[in-house]
Every structure is written in C-alpha cells, then in structure tokens.
Nanobody, 121 residues
Framework: QVQLVESGGGLVQAGGSLRLSCAAS????????MGWYRQAPGNERELVAV???????NYVDSVKGRFTISRDNGKNTVYLQMNSLNPEDTAVYYC???????????????WGQGIQVTVSS
C-alpha cells in the first residue's frame, strides 16, 4: 500500500512562515493530483491548495498570494510554503494524493495523518 508522512508543522507567530512537506512511499506507479487540506476546530475540512500532474495549481482565496504549493515527482513529495501566516490559518493540515498503485489502472486516494499548525497573535 501507500503511506503519506507529513512534516514541518508547529507553532509560529503571526507574520511568520512554515514549510510543510508530505512524502509518499510504497507501491507507487504514478501520482496525479497532490493537495493540502486543513481543518480547524468546529469547521469542516477545506481544500487549501492543489497541484495537478501537469503542475497546474489552485488555491483557496484566503491563502492566495501567501501560500505556494509545489511538488517533486522524483521524491513523491508535495510541499506547502506558507508565508505571512495569521491566526486564522491555525488548523490541522492534511496532505492528499491521488495514486496509481502497483500498476496502471489501480487508483486510490491517500491521506496523511495530519499535522498541527498553530499561529499565535
């Protein structure tokens, strides 16, 4: 199967920066879309940013101009550079990948375990 492991979260002051990483391992044939979601207490999980296999990106309006998503296909890794953080960005962040497993035609959705990002005012 496939495992996604996130890193890079933590506590930062408002205006600061963090870089999240999510590395996939296992029986990976190829990876299509990679993305980051977040969920704050009492809120539903929301899409933060996504990058397609063709390197097209899309962001939720609240992070445009502050966050940058990127991918390294050789490392099966997706990154989220977060700048100008504010307390409203506080949440558990989850990575997601659409993975073709083992061989062509076997597709699955995989999630990381979640990583806490806390922004203090």
């Amino acid at each position: 199967q496939v495992q996604l492991v996130e890193s890079g979260g933590g506590l930062v002051q408002a205006g600061g920066s963090l870089r999240l990483s999510c590395a996939a391992s296992g029986s990976i044939f190829s990876i299509s879309t990679m993305g980051w979601y977040r969920q704050a207490p009492g809120n539903e999980r929301e899409l933060v940013a996504v990058v397609t296999g063709g390197d097209r990106t899309n962001y939720v309006d609240s992070v445009k101009g502050r966050f940058t998503i990127s991918r390294d296909n050789g490392k099966n890794t997706v990154y989220l550079q977060m700048n100008s953080l504010n307390p409203e960005d506080t949440a558990v962040y989850y990575c997601h990948m659409g993975v073709v497993v083992g061989g062509p035609g076997v597709f699955g959705d995989y999630w990381g375990q979640g990583i806490q990002v806390t922004v203090s005012s």
